[in-house]
C-alpha cells in the first residue's frame, strides 16, 4: 500500500501545474481551527485532525487546510528547482494530508459560495451563499477563553449545534456555518462525526491578500493553462464520492490512461474512507 500511494503522489506529481492565483479580498482577520472528525459511523473516537485556516476580509471569506496549502507550496518550489518526483516527496511527506482538501470561499459580495478541489485536474462549483436558519438559546459556557452563547440549526443535511462568542462580533465560522450574532468557537453534528474547536484567533495589523487558488498546467512551472473546470455541485460530489472510493480508477478515468505500479501491473484499488460533510 505505501508504495501505491508513494507512486500515486510521484505520478501525479508529472502532471500538476504550478497554481494560478487570484486575489479576492484582503485578510483583516485570522482564524485557526482544529477539525476532528470520523471516516467511519461506527468509530468510538476522532479518527483524523486537520489544521483549518479561516482567512475574513471584508468581501470574502476562505476556509482552507493549512497542511495542505504548505505541501502545495513545498511542492511548487521543489518544481522550479526541477526536483525529481521521489526528492519532491521526500521533502513534503511529513505534512498530514488525507486525500484532497476542498477550499471553501464564501463571497459575500456576490453572496455566492464557491467551493474547489484538486485532484490530478481541478474542479469548483457554485452555489448560493444560504444563511443557515439558527435557533438561538439561553444556554452559555466559557470555551477557549471566551464567553459563548449556544445555536443549534439543520443545514446542508445534518444538524448542528454551535456555539459562539460576541467577544468576537464577526458573523463567520468553520466550512460553510455563518450568520450568527458572533464568531463560531465550538461546532459539531448530532452524530457526533465531525468537531470545529478554535484554537487561534487575530486581527491582522497589515491586511494580507486572500488567494483564491485555480489550476494551471505546467511541467516547468508558471502560470500556464486552464483554470479549474466549473462542474454542478452534483457533479463535484459524485466526484468526490468515487476519488474516495478507488483513488487510482478515479484518477484514470480524469488522465484517460491506466495507472500502473512500479511492478508495471495495474495499481490496486486503493479507498480513503470518509463521511461526506454534506448529506
Avoid at 510521484?10 to 492565483?21: E, S
Avoid at 448560493?128 to 443549534?152: E, F, H
Avoid at 491578500?209 to 457533479?235: A, D, L, M, Q, W
Avoid at 486503493?270 to 461526506?276: G, H, Q, R
Wanted: positive net charge.
Amino acid at each position: 500500500m505505501k508504495r501505491v500511494l508513494i507512486f500515486l503522489f510521484a505520478w501525479t506529481l508529472v502532471v500538476f501545474a504550478l497554481q494560478a492565483q487570484t486575489e479576492i479580498d484582503k485578510v483583516r482577520f485570522w482564524a485557526v481551527y482544529k477539525f476532528s472528525y470520523k471516516t467511519s459511523p461506527e468509530q468510538p473516537t476522532f479518527d483524523w485532525v486537520d489544521w483549518m485556516y479561516l482567512d475574513i476580509g471584508n468581501k470574502a471569506t476562505m476556509f482552507y487546510n493549512r497542511y495542505a496549502e504548505l505541501k502545495d507550496s513545498m511542492t511548487n518550489e521543489c518544481l522550479k528547482q526541477n526536483m525529481p518526483p521521489e526528492a519532491i516527496h521526500e521533502r513534503t511527506k511529513n505534512y498530514p494530508v488525507r486525500g484532497d482538501a476542498p477550499v471553501y470561499c464564501q463571497l459575500y459580495s456576490e453572496k455566492t459560495t464557491r467551493v474547489a478541489i484538486r485532484y490530478a485536474k481541478g474542479y469548483y462549483y457554485e452555489e448560493p451563499m444560504v444563511m443557515p436558519q439558527w435557533i438561538l438559546d439561553n444556554k452559555s459556557l466559557t470555551l477557549y477563553g471566551y464567553t459563548c452563547r449556544r445555536a443549534t440549526t439543520h443545514y446542508l443535511g445534518r444538524t448542528w449545534e454551535a456555539y459562539y462568542t460576541t467577544d468576537i462580533p464577526l458573523s463567520y465560522g468553520p466550512w460553510k456555518l455563518w450568520g450568527l450574532p458572533g464568531l463560531i468557537v465550538r461546532a459539531t453534528d448530532a452524530d457526533h462525526y465531525f468537531l470545529f474547536e478554535l484554537d487561534y484567533f487575530k486581527r491582522l495589523s497589515k491586511p494580507e491578500p486572500i488567494i483564491y487558488i485555480h489550476r494551471g498546467f505546467g511541467n516547468k512551472g508558471g502560470y500556464t493553462g486552464s483554470e479549474y473546470k466549473k462542474v454542478s455541485k452534483k457533479t463535484f460530489v459524485e466526484y468526490e464520492r468515487l476519488f474516495h472510493k478507488d483513488v487510482m480508477a478515479f484518477l484514470d478515468f480524469e488522465m484517460g490512461d491506466i495507472i500502473r505500479s512500479t511492478s508495471g501491473d495495474p495499481a490496486p484499488a486503493t479507498e480513503i474512507p470518509y463521511i461526506p460533510l454534506e448529506k
